[in-house]
């Protein structure tokens, strides 16, 4: 598989599985009968052709940290919007989390975008 996508397509794919996120989330908080309601199973990304499968925590964290672009989300922020974790709250959870959305965007050939502030949290940048 080639990396023939540019960071800067990958940013906009996430942007835009960020819009569907919310929409879902939208759509589940009030039911709509329409024929052009979200679909609700919506766990991938696509990188190139190929759809990447993703858990809907693996979504949250890249949806959060999309939002962010550029700016270091915090730990405590992530555990928080993604988990509902209060911030005292001590985990590995996010590690883990963050560790399994790298190795499977690189099992695709997408260039990982998610880096580590350590000490602080993580951003997203091309």
Same mark, same amino acid.
């Given at each position: 598989m080639g990396s023939d996508v540019h960071p *800067? *397509?990958?940013?906009?794919?996430? +942007? +835009?599985?960020?819009?569907?996120? *919310?929409?879902?989330?939208?759509?589940?908080?009030?039911?709509?009968?329409s024929a052009a309601e979200p679909h609700r199973n919506e766990q991938a990304i696509t990188w190139n052709i190929s759809d990447i499968p993703l858990t809907e925590r693996e979504l949250g964290v890249l949806a959060v940290l999309t939002r962010n672009r550029g700016r270091v989300?915090?730990?405590?922020?992530l555990l928080r919007?993604?988990?509902g974790?209060?911030? *005292?709250?001590?985990?590995n959870v996010l590690n883990m989390c963050v560790s399994s959305i790298r190795r499977k965007l690189q099992s695709y050939g997408a260039p990982c975008m998610v880096?580590?502030?350590?000490g602080t949290g993580f951003i997203l940048w091309s």
């Open positions: *800067e *397509e990958l940013l906009a794919r996430l +942007a +835009a599985l960020q819009r569907r996120i *919310e929409l879902t989330r939208q759509s589940r908080r009030q039911p709509t009968t989300v915090t730990r405590h922020q919007e993604v988990w974790f209060p911030p *005292e709250t001590r985990t880096h580590t502030v350590r």
